[in-house]
């Protein structure tokens, strides 16, 4: 009974402490918060980011919390590395004079100016004061998904001259049908060029990783013939020779039934055979002949092909949900009906086309029998002019287990950290891989220098990394929502090939900065401060630190013209109603030829006038033309022959229409004179099918007709 009645007696106090506070206490948190105000430094951070709160802060700027200090307290404490403190311990450390919750209180009412979240729904855009900063831009899906990033970076050569397949793996959205026979293709092609490279390394006794026990096992008990054996290698040359002679534009004179190098029936014996030489196993005699035949390929194919290295031998695809990250739902397969069936298992996206495949690196860069990726930062401050920065520093995520081709379990190929953290490390991983799974950039560049190929870090992989980072962010340039104020901190995952080129795979928005390991624990609070020095100190002071953010690519300015409200307006005469002539009477006295005074001289102008042409063609000089008198038009047209037909006349035109071939001088220097004020494209002489018509209308109207357009 006592221990509830002081407990009662505590929370009365403490709603008495928040009522009532201490007036020095208050004093200066009103004296703070109104320089806050005044200065538009009031902030809202939605997430777990304790680093940006407390940067803010320490620039002088006031929090508003939109949410209860409960939840706020709990949020915090979830971000944070409490070392096994209480919730209530670590929010006394971080406010332990309840100041920060108090100037909170205060500015609840006034407008944001800095606003950093992880969701991006949570702050519309459009309701944004142009005066406000917010984390991310708008109908980023362009850049951020996976389908949306495949789908731009093929419009790459619109942008620049650079080639996607130089740093993209070629990829497909398989729900869209034509880029599913596309990948059907590129499959198909594909375990061409793996199986030369087969007959190749198997020629020279490499040791290949994907060769297992069973595949060991199945070698001495299948065995494929020699017809057989020739067939495939003949089929491959040609599928190959088909290839580089399309890329050399010599197929445009080809039919479409001699481009199909194979039928689908003959297909369907070669993959089958394929799977028994690359997966299965089975052996069969090589000459030197079609060793030497595969070799000259594959030497070809390596000058126009910039993926042919990435390959490998088991044409193994990746394939990927397009809007889904930390590695949710993504599979690696081998065989094409597998991937085929993997992708229709879901109808919902495959509707949307949201299912993307992509081609598989098989020959990664490893450090100590290891995969591992890296995880790059860089910054965007503005869409127009397209400005970049690059972080300087990385930091490497390993695979729990040791690399190999024999299992395409994720745990083996996937390297994201939401994975592997809930995995233990295998004991047949080596022991210089860290327990943690992380590696900073400086470890691995000690760890190529070791390998003698330390000058490789800065002429090959950090500048790949950033004409990728460039490259696809120019061709999304265009889809996204260019706001001023506005930045976004984006995370970029990079494969490193055999010779250390670097692949981009994908580009994270709202990257984490969970301190996870003390890899990320120190890095990651590095990059969120440096994101604010080049957000705002860099606003107030162009000269100002930027931490470890390089400006890499600022776009010139592209001019956007404003819309100004002006109607377009088309003017144009009206055509006055002529003076009505007498109707045209049948005569059965044929027409002559050229209507004129003197007889035929409008036809000896023609002819003389195309005789000239014939003399001036032959190389002779034509005789000049007199110019014709002018003489006054008779005031009746001689009347033209009827059309004859079976058993009766039909006269050219009716009664009620009239013909203006002639006019009085008087009325052409007039009509002239109007007609140098008319619009281009307006007759002179009109047929008499459209006579009546304008008749009518100028009789209803005499004011110029004007065409109002709005633009």
Not at 83 to 103: I, Q, T, V
Not at 297 to 322: F, T
Not at 354 to 364: C, S, T
Not at 393 to 419: A, E, G, M, W
């Amino acid at each position: 009974m006592v221990q509830m009645k002081k407990k009662a007696s505590t929370g009365s106090e403490d709603k008495l402490h928040h009522a009532a506070p201490n007036p020095s206490r208050l004093r200066k948190a009103k004296a703070l918060a109104d320089e806050a105000v005044k200065m538009r430094k009031i902030f809202s951070v939605k997430g777990p980011y304790p680093v940006i709160r407390a940067a803010l802060r320490a620039r002088g700027w006031v929090e508003q919390r939109t949410h209860g200090a409960k939840q706020h307290r709990s949020s915090v404490n979830r971000a944070s590395l409490n070392d096994g403190k209480s919730s209530d311990d670590a929010e006394r450390e971080e406010d332990p004079d309840e100041l920060h919750d108090l100037m909170s209180r205060l500015v609840r009412n006034e407008m944001v100016y800095f606003c950093w979240t992880n969701r991006r729904d949570a702050i519309s855009t459009k309701n944004l004061h142009k005066d406000q900063i917010v984390n991310y831009f708008a109908k980023a899906g362009s850049l951020v998904t996976k389908a949306g990033l495949c789908v731009n970076l093929r419009n790459l050569y619109w942008f620049d001259s650079a080639d996607p397949d130089t740093f993209f793996p070629r990829c497909y959205r398989i729900g869209a049908q034509d880029e599913k026979h596309a990948f059907i293709e590129d499959y198909r092609w594909t375990a061409c060029t793996s199986f030369l490279r087969w007959v190749v390394e198997r020629d020279q006794g490499a040791k290949r990783s994907v060769q297992t026990v069973q595949g060991q096992r199945k070698q001495s008990k299948r065995q494929l013939t020699p017809l057989a054996f020739s067939q495939m290698i003949s089929s491959a040359l040609k599928v190959c020779q088909e290839y580089l002679q399309s890329l050399e534009h010599g197929d445009i004179d080809t039919s479409l039934e001699m481009a199909q190098v194979l039928s689908q029936k003959e297909w369907a014996e070669y993959l089958n055979s394929y799977y028994l030489c690359v997966h299965g196993g089975a052996s069969a005699e090589i000459s030197n002949y079609f060793v030497s035949c595969c070799k000259a390929m594959l030497q070809r194919l390596e000058a126009v092909c910039p993926q042919i290295g990435i390959d490998g031998i088991n044409n193994i695809w990746i394939i990927k949900p397009g809007a889904k990250s930390r590695g949710r739902g993504i599979k690696c397969a081998k065989r094409l009906d597998q991937i085929l069936q993997l992708v229709t298992s879901d109808l919902m996206l495959v509707k949307d086309s949201k299912w993307v495949v992509q081609k598989y690196i098989e020959r990664p860069f490893l450090i100590y029998g290891t995969k591992f990726d890296v995880r790059q930062w860089f910054l965007v401050t503005d869409w127009n002019p397209l400005t970049v920065w690059f972080y300087k520093k990385c930091y490497l995520r390993f695979s729990t287990q040791p690399y190999s081709l024999d299992t395409l379990d994720r745990s083996v190929h996937l390297c994201n950290n939401s994975i592997q953290k809930n995995l233990k490390p295998s004991q047949q991983r080596h022991g210089g891989v860290p327990a943690d799974n992380m590696w900073l950039d400086e470890q691995f560049r000690a760890f190529l220098a070791s390998q003698g190929k330390a000058a490789q870090w800065e002429t090959v992989v950090v500048p790949g990394m950033k004409k990728a980072v460039i490259h696809a962010l120019q061709t999304a340039q265009d889809l996204m929502e260019s706001r001023k104020n506005t930045f976004e901190l984006y995370g970029a995952d990079f494969v490193l090939g055999c010779d250390l080129h670097p692949w981009l795979i994908e580009i994270n928005a709202s990257p984490t900065m969970a301190p996870s390991t003390p890899v990320t624990a120190d890095l990651c609070a590095a990059v969120q401060e440096d994101t604010l020095r080049v957000v705002l100190d860099r606003r107030v002071d162009r000269a100002a630190n930027t931490g470890n953010f390089q400006l890499i690519y600022k776009q010139a300015a592209v001019e956007v013209p404003q819309y100004r409200g002006i109607n377009l307006l088309v003017e144009g005469f009206n055509i006055k109603n002529p003076r009505p002539l007498p109707p045209l009477k049948p005569s059965n006295r044929s027409a002559p030829k050229c209507l004129g005074t003197a007889k035929g001289k409008g036809c000896t102008a023609r002819r003389r006038s195309h005789r000239s042409g014939e003399l001036k063609s032959n190389g002779a000089e034509p005789a000049p033309l007199l110019p014709e008198p002018s003489v006054p038009p008779p005031t009746k047209i001689p009347p033209l022959h009827p059309a004859k037909t079976a058993d009766k006349q039909v006269p050219l035109c009716d009664k009620s229409h009239s013909v203006v071939l002639w006019k009085s001088q008087a009325e052409a220097s007039h009509v002239s004179s109007e007609s140098e004020h008319a619009p281009q494209g307006s007759a002179e002489i009109l047929s008499h099918e459209r006579l009546p018509l304008l008749n009518s209308q100028t009789k209803q109207s005499s004011a110029p007709p004007v065409l109002q357009i709005n633009v």
